[in-house]
Structure formats: C-alpha cells, structure tokens
C-alpha cells in the first residue's frame, strides 16, 4: 500500500472539503465525530500533528475503554 505524500501543501478549501467528506462517511455509518477529533484531522493534514502519534493516541484511548468495560462486567 502506497502511503500518501504529506509534503504536498493542501488548501484550507481542499482540507475543509477532505474533512467534511471523512466526517460524513463516518456519519452515514452511524458514528458522531466530535470536534476535536475534526480539528486533530486537519493539525495532521497541515503538517502540525504526526499522523502515526494521532493513531497511537487512538489506540491508547480504545485500550482503555476497553478495559474499563471489561472490568465494569
């Protein structure tokens, strides 16, 4: 799988329409996207956030509902 070149500058019409799209195809799925999770999109999509620390950020969080589901049982 090739990885998208993140060097190439985006617009800011070009980021708000790649973060309306994401968000809307998450919606139709039945997800709410908050926010904060919007803007963390476009610190990545600037160059401002690491896409890879985002991801690990994630991750992080799921673990830990995870977790606090599992021992709520």
Do not use: C
């Not at 500058?9 to 309306?20: L, V």
């Not at 610190?43 to 992080?60: A, H, P, T």
């Amino acid at each position: 799988m090739q990885r998208a070149n993140n060097n190439v500058k985006k617009t800011t019409a070009e980021i708000d329409r790649i973060i309306r799209n994401a968000s809307f195809s998450m919606e139709v799925e039945g997800f709410h996207i908050p926010s904060a999770q919007k803007e963390d999109w476009r610190k990545v999509l600037l160059g401002e956030l690491d896409s890879q620390v985002l991801m690990n950020q994630y991750i992080e969080k799921a673990h830990r509902y995870g977790v606090e589901s599992y021992d709520a049982q």
